[in-house]
């Protein structure tokens, strides 16, 4: 790890974010609910939808005013398994747990419970809504469309969000399994990371306007602003490596996302007209099943953990030192990070200082404020 790289403690961070939510009028309910959905981004080693999003993508947004600190969280209709829900551009993360509860809520009365959204914001790492569903002993399924950055197969031009579909499920093992992925070949956050990294990112993520692949972080960045490159499906570019299967992925979260609630698509998420920043209007879906409507759940999760297992005993390719499941690596890193906290690199303590310094929140005493 950098030697510029600092480790914080997670409730630390956890109660500055709060604190900082709150600085920018989010009630302090809310303001919890958002910083513990990004907190547990870290925890489970996904650091770019973690604190790295804490300043410019929700505390900014809210001191432009491009979202509602306050969400107005709005059930439009209603049915014993189903809802649709307006969240009037509040908090993505309050506007996401309030709706997957009211799945899990179906679910447990009536076997299944789906709920659409519509006019929502980002709502930070999408298994923490999954998971929920896998914590009340139930499977869990979510997506969300996103902010037009990716290319159709044989395209370039950035019309399809990254659009995350996750799906967790109990087992009988000390995790669940969470399958928490966009399909693209990589997320937006991942070529911030490299940015701050100074890295080049792999051939293959990113594909310019004239049909060739990017691989230097920054000028991508600052093409994703002018339209010249576009993150690709998942798969890769073209069809040699199926790269339809993730565009036809995309695509149906996409429909999900937007048609079950007349909600904004394609490139009415781009979050902007006429040259300023407006609400994106972003949209989502949850789906909650209770497992003890088909089967015994301790059957389930031992049928479940069985294929786990197999599949991790299973031959290794040659150089490998093990094969993973989904939802493993994230226990792992749990378990590695537990004692010690989230990595903040110079950039990250930098943009912390800037919301310490403008808030007065003196109360934290980080060993970078020096």
């Known amino acids: 790890m950098n030697e510029e790289v600092v480790w914080i403690d997670f409730d630390i961070l956890e109660k500055f974010m709060a604190d900082g939510f709150k600085g920018v009028g989010v009630p302090e309910d809310d303001a919890k609910i958002c910083a513990n959905v990004l907190i547990t981004a870290n925890k489970r080693g996904f650091d770019s939808h973690g604190v790295s999003r804490f300043k410019p993508i929700y505390y900014d947004r809210l001191k432009k005013g491009i979202q509602s600190p306050v969400t ?86 950035n019309m399809l969000g990254t659009n995350a579909l996750t799906f967790a499920l109990p087992t009988d093992e000390e995790f669940p ?31 310019s306007s004239d049909g060739k692949a990017k691989t230097d972080p920054q000028e991508i960045l600052e093409d994703f602003q002018k339209g010249k490159a576009a993150l690709v499906p998942l798969g890769g570019i073209g069809e040699e490596t199926a790269g339809y ?27 902007i007209e006429g040259g300023k920043e407006v609400p994106i209007n972003l949209g989502h879906f949850f789906i909650a099943i209770n497992i003890s409507s088909f089967i015994e759940p301790s059957s389930f ?70």
Not at 104 to 110: G, N, S, T
Not at 245 to 253: D, E, N, P, S
């Open 177 to 207: 399994f969470c399958l928490d992925c966009a399909t693209s070949m990589v997320q937006r956050g991942m070529i911030e990371l490299y940015a701050r990294a100074g890295k080049e990112i792999p051939r293959g993520w990113v594909i």
């Open 72 to 157: 107005k969280f709005e059930v439009l209709r209603e049915g014993p398994t189903t809802a649709v829900v307006d969240g009037h551009n509040g908090m993505g993360m309050v506007i996401a747990k309030k709706a997957m509860t009211i799945a899990i809520h179906k679910a447990r009365d009536y076997g299944l419970g789906m709920v659409a959204v519509k006019n929502s914001t980002h709502y930070g790492i999408a298994g923490y809504y999954a998971l929920m569903a896998a914590d009340e002993g139930m499977i869990g399924i979510n997506g969300s469309n996103a902010r037009p950055s990716v290319a159709p197969t044989f395209g370039v031009e």
């Open 301 to 370: 999760k031992k049928t479940a953990g069985d294929i786990l297992r197999g599949l991790r005993a299973s031959k290794k390719a040659p150089g490998a030192e093990r094969i993973y499941t989904a939802g493993e690596k994230e226990y792992l890193n749990w378990l590695e990070r537990k004692d010690k906290g989230v990595p903040l690199d110079k950039s990250l303590q930098k943009e912390l200082l800037a919301v310490q310094q403008e808030l007065g929140l003196s109360q934290y005493h980080f060993p970078f404020s020096d």
């Open 245 to 271: 299967k993730g565009y036809g992925y995309a695509t149906v979260v996409e429909i999900l996302s937007a048609a079950l609630t007349a909600g904004k698509f394609l490139k009415m998420l781009s979050g």
